[in-house]
Protein backbone atom coordinates (compact mmCIF):
# COMPACT_ATOMS: atom_id res chain seq x y z
CA UNK A 1 0.00 0.00 0.00
CA UNK A 2 1.11 3.41 -0.79
CA UNK A 3 1.13 5.52 2.47
CA UNK A 4 0.39 9.50 2.02
CA UNK A 5 0.87 12.42 3.67
CA UNK A 6 -0.58 16.04 2.99
CA UNK A 7 1.48 19.21 3.59
CA UNK A 8 -1.05 22.13 3.51
CA UNK A 9 -4.85 22.08 3.99
CA UNK A 10 -5.87 24.71 2.13
CA UNK A 11 -7.90 24.98 -1.21
CA UNK A 12 -5.60 22.90 -3.58
CA UNK A 13 -4.79 20.89 -0.48
CA UNK A 14 -8.40 19.88 0.13
CA UNK A 15 -8.42 19.49 -3.28
CA UNK A 16 -5.35 17.09 -2.97
CA UNK A 17 -7.72 15.04 0.03
CA UNK A 18 -10.69 14.53 -2.11
CA UNK A 19 -8.90 13.09 -4.60
CA UNK A 20 -6.75 10.68 -2.34
CA UNK A 21 -9.86 9.29 -0.89
CA UNK A 22 -11.55 8.86 -4.12
CA UNK A 23 -8.81 7.33 -5.39
CA UNK A 24 -9.16 5.04 -2.53
CA UNK A 25 -12.65 4.69 -2.54
CA UNK A 26 -12.27 3.23 -6.56
CA UNK A 27 -9.89 0.11 -5.39
CA UNK A 28 -5.93 1.90 -5.84
CA UNK A 29 -3.72 0.74 -3.23
CA UNK A 30 -3.62 3.99 -1.84
CA UNK A 31 -4.35 5.66 1.95
CA UNK A 32 -3.90 8.98 3.01
CA UNK A 33 -2.90 8.59 6.53
CA UNK A 34 -1.26 12.18 7.98
CA UNK A 35 -2.07 15.77 7.41
CA UNK A 36 0.11 18.48 8.36
CA UNK A 37 -1.13 21.91 8.86
CA UNK A 38 -0.04 25.11 11.36
CA UNK A 39 -3.43 26.14 11.67
CA UNK A 40 -5.47 23.67 13.85
CA UNK A 41 -8.86 24.84 12.59
CA UNK A 42 -7.65 23.56 8.98
CA UNK A 43 -6.79 19.65 11.17
CA UNK A 44 -10.56 19.79 11.63
CA UNK A 45 -11.93 20.43 8.12
CA UNK A 46 -12.38 23.95 8.25
CA UNK A 47 -10.55 24.57 4.99
CA UNK A 48 -10.27 27.51 2.31
CA UNK A 49 -12.14 28.00 -1.02
CA UNK A 50 -11.05 28.66 -4.33
CA UNK A 51 -12.00 29.88 -7.71
CA UNK A 52 -12.83 26.64 -8.99
CA UNK A 53 -15.46 23.91 -7.05
CA UNK A 54 -13.28 21.09 -6.82
CA UNK A 55 -15.19 19.86 -2.93
CA UNK A 56 -16.95 16.16 -3.04
CA UNK A 57 -20.39 16.32 -1.55
CA UNK A 58 -19.23 13.52 0.82
CA UNK A 59 -18.15 14.83 4.76
CA UNK A 60 -14.93 13.64 5.38
CA UNK A 61 -14.39 11.88 8.63
CA UNK A 62 -11.08 14.02 10.13
CA UNK A 63 -10.58 11.33 12.93
CA UNK A 64 -9.31 8.83 10.66
CA UNK A 65 -6.05 10.93 9.95
CA UNK A 66 -2.67 11.61 12.41
CA UNK A 67 -2.60 15.20 12.52
CA UNK A 68 0.06 17.38 12.74
CA UNK A 69 1.58 21.02 13.29
CA UNK A 70 4.84 20.26 12.72
CA UNK A 71 6.22 18.78 9.43
CA UNK A 72 9.57 17.48 10.62
CA UNK A 73 7.45 15.61 13.76
CA UNK A 74 5.23 14.52 10.44
CA UNK A 75 8.27 12.71 8.88
CA UNK A 76 10.13 11.20 11.98
CA UNK A 77 6.60 9.38 12.98
CA UNK A 78 4.66 8.47 10.44
CA UNK A 79 5.99 5.45 8.21
CA UNK A 80 5.20 7.27 4.67
CA UNK A 81 5.82 6.59 1.16
CA UNK A 82 4.85 9.70 -0.73
CA UNK A 83 3.51 13.13 0.14
CA UNK A 84 1.84 16.15 -1.18
CA UNK A 85 3.08 19.41 -0.54
CA UNK A 86 0.05 22.17 -0.99
CA UNK A 87 1.65 25.02 0.76
CA UNK A 88 2.67 28.42 -0.43
CA UNK A 89 4.34 28.82 -3.45
CA UNK A 90 7.95 30.47 -1.89
CA UNK A 91 7.58 27.44 0.47
CA UNK A 92 8.16 25.02 -2.17
CA UNK A 93 11.49 24.61 -2.49
CA UNK A 94 12.39 24.27 0.96
CA UNK A 95 9.84 21.73 1.68
CA UNK A 96 10.09 19.86 -1.26
CA UNK A 97 13.60 19.07 -0.28
CA UNK A 98 13.08 18.36 3.08
CA UNK A 99 10.60 15.46 2.21
CA UNK A 100 12.88 14.15 -0.74
CA UNK A 101 15.66 14.40 1.86
CA UNK A 102 13.42 12.07 4.46
CA UNK A 103 13.44 9.78 1.68
CA UNK A 104 9.88 10.22 0.13
CA UNK A 105 8.23 10.43 -2.94
CA UNK A 106 7.10 14.22 -3.74
CA UNK A 107 4.10 15.76 -5.30
CA UNK A 108 4.62 19.64 -5.26
CA UNK A 109 1.73 22.08 -6.22
CA UNK A 110 2.68 24.57 -9.04
CA UNK A 111 4.45 26.79 -9.82
CA UNK A 112 7.51 24.75 -9.24
CA UNK A 113 9.13 27.19 -7.29
CA UNK A 114 9.54 30.93 -7.50
CA UNK A 115 12.61 30.67 -10.02
CA UNK A 116 14.64 28.34 -11.94
CA UNK A 117 17.40 28.47 -9.37
CA UNK A 118 15.30 26.87 -7.14
CA UNK A 119 14.17 24.34 -9.12
CA UNK A 120 17.40 23.39 -10.00
CA UNK A 121 17.49 22.69 -6.20
CA UNK A 122 14.74 20.67 -6.21
CA UNK A 123 15.67 18.80 -8.88
CA UNK A 124 19.24 17.80 -7.37
CA UNK A 125 17.90 16.89 -4.02
CA UNK A 126 15.20 14.52 -6.13
CA UNK A 127 18.11 12.53 -8.09
CA UNK A 128 20.13 12.34 -5.13
CA UNK A 129 17.24 10.44 -2.84
CA UNK A 130 16.69 8.35 -5.71
CA UNK A 131 12.49 9.37 -5.15
CA UNK A 132 10.13 11.00 -7.79
CA UNK A 133 9.26 14.84 -7.66
CA UNK A 134 6.35 15.56 -9.92
CA UNK A 135 4.60 19.67 -10.05
CA UNK A 136 1.19 19.62 -9.67
CA UNK A 137 0.66 21.66 -13.18
CA UNK A 138 -3.24 20.41 -13.70
CA UNK A 139 -3.04 21.72 -17.32
CA UNK A 140 -1.54 18.54 -18.48
CA UNK A 141 -4.07 16.50 -17.12
CA UNK A 142 -7.52 18.28 -17.74
CA UNK A 143 -9.61 16.76 -20.36
CA UNK A 144 -9.80 20.27 -22.71
CA UNK A 145 -6.40 20.70 -23.02
CA UNK A 146 -5.24 16.84 -23.13
CA UNK A 147 -7.75 17.17 -26.40
CA UNK A 148 -5.60 20.31 -27.30
CA UNK A 149 -2.06 18.18 -27.38
CA UNK A 150 -3.30 15.56 -29.18
CA UNK A 151 -4.38 17.58 -31.99
CA UNK A 152 -1.12 19.21 -31.95
CA UNK A 153 1.00 16.31 -31.81
CA UNK A 154 -1.28 14.50 -34.54
CA UNK A 155 -1.61 17.75 -36.73
CA UNK A 156 -5.34 16.01 -36.97
CA UNK A 157 -5.96 19.76 -39.01
CA UNK A 158 -2.36 20.32 -39.67
CA UNK A 159 0.08 23.10 -37.99
CA UNK A 160 -1.22 25.82 -34.97
CA UNK A 161 -1.16 28.98 -36.80
CA UNK A 162 -2.15 31.08 -33.69
CA UNK A 163 -3.32 30.42 -30.23
CA UNK A 164 -4.85 32.87 -27.57
CA UNK A 165 -5.38 31.42 -23.58
CA UNK A 166 -7.03 33.57 -21.27
CA UNK A 167 -7.47 32.99 -16.96
CA UNK A 168 -9.20 35.28 -15.14
CA UNK A 169 -11.56 35.93 -11.70
CA UNK A 170 -11.58 37.84 -8.67
CA UNK A 171 -8.59 38.78 -6.89
CA UNK A 172 -7.75 35.90 -4.56
CA UNK A 173 -9.09 35.99 -0.54
CA UNK A 174 -8.36 32.71 0.03
CA UNK A 175 -4.86 33.37 1.54
CA UNK A 176 -3.24 36.84 2.28
CA UNK A 177 0.27 35.31 0.78
CA UNK A 178 -1.43 34.89 -2.15
CA UNK A 179 -1.04 38.88 -2.58
CA UNK A 180 2.38 38.98 -1.61
CA UNK A 181 4.59 39.37 -4.37
CA UNK A 182 7.65 37.77 -2.65
CA UNK A 183 5.71 34.71 -1.49
CA UNK A 184 3.40 34.20 -4.73
CA UNK A 185 4.92 36.25 -7.84
CA UNK A 186 1.56 37.75 -8.26
CA UNK A 187 -1.07 36.50 -10.84
CA UNK A 188 1.60 36.23 -13.36
CA UNK A 189 3.28 33.72 -11.29
CA UNK A 190 0.41 31.86 -9.48
CA UNK A 191 -2.00 32.25 -12.07
CA UNK A 192 -0.60 32.86 -15.11
CA UNK A 193 1.72 30.17 -14.97
CA UNK A 194 -1.01 27.65 -15.84
CA UNK A 195 -1.07 28.81 -19.41
CA UNK A 196 2.22 29.60 -19.85
CA UNK A 197 2.74 25.83 -18.87
CA UNK A 198 0.57 24.62 -21.16
CA UNK A 199 1.93 26.98 -23.73
CA UNK A 200 5.72 25.34 -23.24
CA UNK A 201 3.91 21.84 -22.67
CA UNK A 202 1.88 22.51 -25.82
CA UNK A 203 4.83 24.03 -28.16
CA UNK A 204 8.22 24.03 -26.33
CA UNK A 205 10.22 26.59 -25.03
CA UNK A 206 10.04 29.82 -27.32
CA UNK A 207 12.61 31.60 -28.61
CA UNK A 208 11.90 34.92 -26.53
CA UNK A 209 8.64 36.50 -24.53
CA UNK A 210 7.41 39.40 -24.52
CA UNK A 211 4.85 40.88 -21.66
CA UNK A 212 3.04 44.09 -20.91
CA UNK A 213 1.83 44.37 -16.75
CA UNK A 214 0.61 46.14 -14.53
CA UNK A 215 0.31 45.99 -10.44
CA UNK A 216 -3.02 47.25 -9.57
CA UNK A 217 -2.85 46.21 -5.97
CA UNK A 218 -0.04 47.63 -3.74
CA UNK A 219 2.64 44.93 -3.16
CA UNK A 220 1.44 42.10 -5.27
CA UNK A 221 3.23 41.56 -8.23
CA UNK A 222 1.38 41.47 -12.05
CA UNK A 223 -2.02 41.33 -11.21
CA UNK A 224 -3.14 41.66 -14.80
CA UNK A 225 -0.64 40.86 -17.72
CA UNK A 226 -0.49 40.25 -21.46
CA UNK A 227 2.36 37.79 -22.98
CA UNK A 228 3.73 36.89 -26.46
CA UNK A 229 5.60 33.88 -27.26
CA UNK A 230 7.87 34.05 -29.91
CA UNK A 231 8.35 30.95 -32.27
CA UNK A 232 10.70 30.48 -34.88
CA UNK A 233 7.85 28.94 -36.96
CA UNK A 234 6.07 32.25 -36.42
CA UNK A 235 3.03 31.07 -34.95
CA UNK A 236 1.09 33.44 -33.39
CA UNK A 237 0.83 33.03 -29.35
CA UNK A 238 -0.61 35.10 -26.87
CA UNK A 239 -1.97 34.64 -23.13
CA UNK A 240 -3.62 36.77 -20.97
CA UNK A 241 -4.37 36.97 -16.81
CA UNK A 242 -6.37 39.18 -14.69
CA UNK A 243 -7.34 38.60 -11.21
CA UNK A 244 -8.47 42.09 -10.87
CA UNK A 245 -12.23 40.98 -12.25
CA UNK A 246 -14.75 41.83 -9.45
CA UNK A 247 -18.19 41.71 -9.22
CA UNK A 248 -20.00 38.75 -10.73
CA UNK A 249 -17.78 38.44 -13.35
CA UNK A 250 -16.64 34.55 -11.81
CA UNK A 251 -13.68 32.33 -13.18
CA UNK A 252 -12.77 31.98 -16.80
CA UNK A 253 -10.32 30.04 -18.31
CA UNK A 254 -10.51 29.48 -21.91
CA UNK A 255 -8.37 28.95 -25.18
CA UNK A 256 -8.94 29.48 -28.74
CA UNK A 257 -6.27 27.92 -30.93
CA UNK A 258 -6.46 28.19 -34.94
CA UNK A 259 -5.04 25.37 -36.95
CA UNK A 260 -4.09 25.07 -40.57
CA UNK A 261 -7.54 23.52 -41.44
CA UNK A 262 -9.42 24.07 -38.52
CA UNK A 263 -9.82 26.29 -35.12
CA UNK A 264 -10.46 25.38 -31.56
CA UNK A 265 -11.94 26.97 -29.14
CA UNK A 266 -12.19 25.85 -25.20
CA UNK A 267 -14.81 28.25 -22.77
CA UNK A 268 -16.79 25.34 -20.58
CA UNK A 269 -16.79 23.05 -23.11
CA UNK A 270 -14.77 22.25 -26.43
CA UNK A 271 -15.87 23.46 -29.96
CA UNK A 272 -14.17 22.51 -32.77
CA UNK A 273 -14.76 24.15 -36.51
CA UNK A 274 -13.32 22.52 -39.28
CA UNK A 275 -12.58 24.73 -42.34
CA UNK A 276 -15.03 22.90 -44.06
CA UNK A 277 -17.67 20.40 -42.69
CA UNK A 278 -20.16 21.18 -39.55
CA UNK A 279 -18.54 22.24 -35.92
CA UNK A 280 -18.82 19.30 -33.17
CA UNK A 281 -17.88 19.51 -29.61
CA UNK A 282 -15.97 16.16 -28.28
CA UNK A 283 -16.88 13.95 -25.61
CA UNK A 284 -14.80 14.34 -22.99
CA UNK A 285 -14.31 13.48 -19.17
CA UNK A 286 -16.33 15.88 -16.84
CA UNK A 287 -13.82 14.95 -14.60
CA UNK A 288 -11.31 17.80 -13.44
CA UNK A 289 -7.24 17.98 -13.87
CA UNK A 290 -6.45 17.23 -10.57
CA UNK A 291 -8.10 13.89 -10.30
CA UNK A 292 -5.93 12.64 -13.76
CA UNK A 293 -2.69 14.19 -11.83
CA UNK A 294 -3.08 12.50 -8.47
CA UNK A 295 -4.13 9.55 -10.37
CA UNK A 296 -1.05 9.52 -12.52
CA UNK A 297 1.19 10.03 -9.37
CA UNK A 298 -0.10 7.19 -7.39
CA UNK A 299 -0.43 4.66 -10.15
CA UNK A 300 3.20 5.80 -11.28
CA UNK A 301 4.38 5.00 -8.00
CA UNK A 302 2.41 1.65 -7.45
CA UNK A 303 3.78 -0.19 -10.59
CA UNK A 304 7.33 1.11 -9.85
CA UNK A 305 7.30 3.31 -13.24
CA UNK A 306 8.56 6.85 -13.65
CA UNK A 307 6.83 9.82 -13.55
CA UNK A 308 5.96 10.63 -17.20
CA UNK A 309 3.90 13.70 -17.29
CA UNK A 310 4.41 17.14 -15.30
CA UNK A 311 8.65 16.31 -14.71
CA UNK A 312 10.20 18.80 -12.94
CA UNK A 313 13.10 19.54 -15.51
CA UNK A 314 9.98 19.74 -18.06
CA UNK A 315 8.42 22.70 -15.69
CA UNK A 316 11.49 24.06 -14.32
CA UNK A 317 11.22 25.34 -17.92
CA UNK A 318 7.96 27.17 -16.95
CA UNK A 319 9.70 28.61 -14.52
CA UNK A 320 12.47 29.80 -16.72
CA UNK A 321 9.61 31.01 -19.50
CA UNK A 322 8.10 32.87 -16.05
CA UNK A 323 11.19 34.76 -15.53
CA UNK A 324 11.35 36.02 -18.85
CA UNK A 325 7.99 37.39 -18.65
CA UNK A 326 8.82 39.22 -15.72
CA UNK A 327 12.17 40.77 -16.43
CA UNK A 328 9.89 41.37 -20.14
CA UNK A 329 7.16 43.15 -17.98
CA UNK A 330 10.21 45.51 -16.36
CA UNK A 331 10.97 46.78 -19.31
CA UNK A 332 7.92 47.36 -21.07
CA UNK A 333 7.50 44.81 -23.32
CA UNK A 334 10.78 44.16 -24.62
CA UNK A 335 11.77 40.52 -26.27
CA UNK A 336 13.59 38.67 -23.87
CA UNK A 337 15.38 35.58 -24.69
CA UNK A 338 14.94 32.60 -22.94
CA UNK A 339 18.00 31.43 -21.18
Known amino acids: MLKVGLIGLGFMGGTHMDN ?3 LEKEG ?5 TAIC ?3 PAKLEGRAAVGNIDTSSEEAIDFSRFAKYASIAEMLEREELDAVSIALPSYLHKEVTIQCLQAGLHVLCEKPMAMNADDCE ?4 AAEASGKQLMIGQCLRFW ?5 LKELVEKKTYGEVTSASFFRGGATPTWGPWLLEAEKAGGALLDMHVHDTDAINWLFGLPDAVSCLASNLIPGSGYDVVSANFRYPDGKVVNAQVDWTLQGDFGFEMSYRV ?3 QANVLFRGDV ?6 GAGFSPELSAD ?4 FELKHFVESLLAGQPIAEATPRSTQGTIRISEAEIASAARAGEWVAIG
Not at 143 to 147: G, I, N, S, T
Not at 271 to 276: D, I, R
Request: no cysteine; aromatic share 18%.
Open 20 to 22: YLR
Open 28 to 32: ADVRL
Open 37 to 39: DID
Open 121 to 124: AMIA
Open 143 to 147: PAYVY
Open 258 to 260: NFE
Open 271 to 276: KVNPNS
Open 288 to 291: QGYY
